[in-house]
């Protein structure tokens, strides 16, 4: 059996390393978001002794969210990167020039570069910020607390909450860093954006691409807006003991379904008492007004567009005297509001 020769690639390129993209959601979800919540709980847990130190906390927190959602920015950023290419190798396959599209792709390299910046600038602010927080709260928490009184910080479970704070601080930004040798390394090979057209890859080639591309825009796909729901949560965090909410929908629900149900009552009432009423000519109903006989010769129909209730009789004519069954206050408001309107 022959051995297969690994495939080179001469005109095409490669997408990203996937790993710190998504090991940044990873973190954010499985370290920031927990070891925040439970310093969160345990500060709020002694609020009506200490509540400027939840205060303190909750601006830290607003802080977290703020610049954790720039890392999610790269990541939406690399998605974008791999929706761009997809349009190069589309071209590509259509044998049209590729330039244009190619451009786009460095242009987008670029912005998950400065992007990926952003990022790391935002981690170090946090950085500052939550330590500084640790230091007041730490600081007012000696006060209210007699010297060497265990702390809500100095738990065993807190302090290694937030020791495991800084380090995912520290793993973020290397994991940004990253992401930007991946985006400069994607910039610098798309810089000649006619590349491609000087030198058109194999059949075999683009399809390898059009796998590997298509296989990273899966595994990002969307990531970064579920980091946005997790930094929101960050600071907005889902009660701990919510209400039955589906209790509420469904008597929301019952109230409603009540209320369509009398309104398709009432509309059938409406139709059984207006076809209930004897067919009245003109002349009874109006008087011997050659004017008034004119107007009601194509009266409006005050039931149209309601559901037929299946009788025979027409009830285009309503009169305004003889014998009628009786109607309810409201449904006779509705009659007559319903009914045509004639100026004598």
Same mark, same amino acid.
């Given at each position: 059996?022959?051995?297969?020769?690994?495939?080179? &690639?001469?005109?095409?390129? =490669?997408?990203?390393?996937?790993?710190?993209?998504?090991?940044?959601?990873?973190?954010?979800?499985?370290?920031?978001?927990?070891?925040?919540?439970?310093?969160?709980? !345990?500060?709020?847990?002694?609020? +009506?002794?200490?509540?400027?130190?939840?205060?303190?906390?909750?601006? %830290? *927190?607003?802080?977290? #969210?703020?610049? =954790?959602? #720039? &890392?999610?920015?790269? /990541?939406?950023?690399?998605?974008?990167?791999?929706?761009?290419?997809?349009?190069?190798?589309?071209?590509?396959?259509?044998?049209?020039?590729?330039?244009?599209?190619?451009?786009?792709?460095?242009?987008?390299?670029? !912005?998950?570069?400065?992007? +990926? *910046?952003? !990022?790391?600038?935002?981690?170090?602010?946090?950085?500052?910020?939550?330590?500084?927080?640790?230091?007041?709260?730490?600081?007012?928490?000696?006060?209210?607390?007699?010297?060497?009184?265990? %702390?809500?910080?100095?738990?065993?479970?807190?302090?290694?909450?937030?020791?495991?704070?800084?380090?995912?601080?520290?793993? &973020?930004?290397?994991?940004?860093?990253?992401?930007?040798?991946?985006?400069?390394?994607? !910039?610098?090979? %798309?810089?000649?954006?006619?590349?491609?057209?000087?030198?058109?890859? +194999?059949?075999?080639?683009?399809?390898?691409?059009?796998?590997?591309?298509? %296989?990273?825009?899966?595994?990002? &796909?969307?990531?970064?807006?579920?980091?946005?729901?997790?930094?929101?949560?960050?600071?907005?965090?889902?009660?701990?003991?919510?209400?039955?909410? $589906?209790?509420?929908?469904? $008597?929301?629900?019952?109230?409603?379904?009540?209320? /369509?149900?009398?309104? *398709?009552?009432?509309?059938?009432?409406?139709?059984?008492?207006?076809?209930?009423?004897?067919?009245?000519?003109?002349?009874?109903?109006?008087?011997? $007004?050659?004017?008034?006989?004119?107007?009601?010769?194509?009266?409006?129909?005050?039931?149209?567009?309601?559901?037929? $209730?299946?009788?025979?009789?027409?009830?285009?004519?309503?009169?305004?005297?003889?014998?009628?069954?009786? /109607?309810?206050?409201? *449904?006779?408001?509705?009659?007559?509001?319903?009914?045509? #309107?004639?100026?004598?």
């Amino acid at each position: 059996m022959a051995n297969l020769q690994p495939l080179i &690639c001469t005109s095409l390129h =490669l997408p990203p390393d996937l790993q710190p993209f998504l090991r940044i959601h990873e973190i954010s979800l499985q370290s920031f978001l927990p070891n925040v919540d439970r310093l969160r709980l !345990a500060l709020e847990a002694d609020q +009506s002794n200490n509540p400027e130190a939840s205060d303190i906390f909750f601006e %830290t *927190r607003k802080v977290l #969210k703020e610049e =954790l959602q #720039k &890392c999610f920015t790269v /990541i939406q950023a690399a998605q974008e990167l791999a929706y761009r290419y997809s349009r190069v190798l589309k071209v590509l396959s259509e044998e049209k020039p590729t330039q244009e599209r190619l451009g786009e792709v460095y242009v987008g390299a670029l !912005a998950g570069m400065e992007c +990926s *910046r952003e !990022a790391q600038q935002g981690m170090a602010v946090f950085r500052r910020e939550f330590e500084s927080a640790i230091t007041r709260v730490t600081a007012i928490l000696n006060t209210k607390y007699e010297i060497g009184t265990k %702390t809500l910080l100095t738990s065993t479970e807190n302090t290694q909450a937030v020791s495991e704070i800084l380090t995912t601080i520290d793993e &973020c930004n290397e994991l940004l860093k990253q992401c930007n040798r991946e985006f400069a390394k994607l !910039a610098k090979q %798309t810089r000649d954006v006619g590349s491609i057209d000087s030198n058109l890859p +194999s059949e075999e080639e683009t399809q390898l691409m059009r796998a590997k591309w298509q %296989t990273f825009h899966d595994n990002i &796909c969307d990531v970064w807006k579920h980091g946005y729901k997790i930094s929101n949560q960050i600071l907005y965090p889902i009660l701990d003991n919510p209400p039955n909410a $589906s209790e509420r929908r469904k $008597s929301r629900k019952n109230v409603s379904l009540w209320r /369509i149900l009398f309104q *398709r009552q009432d509309k059938r009432d409406f139709i059984r008492s207006t076809n209930a009423l004897p067919a009245i000519g003109p002349e009874v109903a109006f008087g011997t $007004s050659p004017e008034l006989q004119t107007n009601v010769t194509n009266p409006v129909n005050p039931t149209e567009g309601l559901v037929s $209730s299946g009788t025979t009789e027409d009830h285009d004519n309503i009169p305004t005297k003889g014998t009628s069954p009786k /109607i309810p206050p409201f *449904r006779k408001r509705l009659f007559l509001f319903l009914a045509p #309107k004639f100026i004598v």
